[in-house]
């Protein structure tokens, strides 16, 4: 199954989808998103690397 995103931002509603999507008795579930918004944990975290 593939599951098909605009943009992605937290990623919560794709993985509620997904999960509903293999209750139901999919296979398995690929994401494709055109855009993701950047994790800001992530950012931060690449900021105060040394």
């Known amino acids: 199954m593939l599951l098909v ?3 992605l ?3 919560a509603t794709t993985e509620a989808c997904a ?3 293999l ?3 999919a296979a398995g579930v690929e994401v494709l998103a055109a855009a ?3 994790d800001p ?3 931060e975290a ?3 690397r040394d």
Request: hydrophobic share 45%; proline share 5%; no cysteine.
């Open 5 to 7: 995103d605009d943009v």
């Open 9 to 11: 931002t937290s990623g």
């Open 19 to 21: 999960r509903l999507l």
């Open 23 to 25: 209750a139901a008795g």
């Open 36 to 38: 993701r918004v950047p």
């Open 41 to 43: 944990r992530l950012e």
């Open 46 to 48: 690449m900021l105060t």
